[in-house]
């Protein structure tokens, strides 16, 4: 199983960028989906974004859609989430999820459900500021 570590959190202005990153040591990386989740204040943990192993497949929250980008470097075994325009509606707690289920070597390997992610992350704070 993968260890994750989130980084790249902090405080930024509304309308403001942030580059999130999340590191993968342990097994093979590649092998793995990757998500972004966020929980806010007081709200349930909503998923944000996903890629699949190869970063063929991609999947957006509509509330992101446009200013969100997820990549991934498998060489490094790290995941990016670089967030544009960011409003005080994106201020949560980020947290990166991964997992192998439903793995296929094929580039365009669908993407697990989002409720499969089973490998967890410690989170990572964005605070936007209006």
């Known amino acids: 199983q993968v260890q994750l570590v989130e980084s790249g959190g902090g405080l930024v202005q509304a309308g403001g960028s942030l580059r999130l990153s999340c590191a993968a040591s342990?097994?093979?990386?590649?092998?793995?989906?990757v998500a972004w989740f966020r929980r806010a204040p007081g709200k349930e943990r909503e998923f944000v974004t996903a890629i699949n192993w190869s970063g063929g497949v991609l999947d957006y929250a509509d509330s992101v859609k446009g200013r969100f980008s997820i990549s991934r470097d498998n060489v490094k075994n790290t995941v990016y989430l670089q967030m544009n325009s960011l409003t005080s509606d994106d201020t949560a707690a980020y947290f990166c999820?991964?997992?192998?289920?439903?793995?296929?070597?094929?580039?365009?390997?669908?993407?697990?459900?989002?409720?499969?992610?089973?490998?967890w992350g410690q989170g990572t704070q964005v605070t936007v500021s209006s």
């Open positions: 342990g097994r093979t990386f590649s092998d793995y989906a």
């Open positions: 999820a991964a997992t192998q289920r439903g793995y296929s070597q094929s580039y365009y390997a669908r993407l697990p459900a989002r409720s499969d992610y089973d490998t």
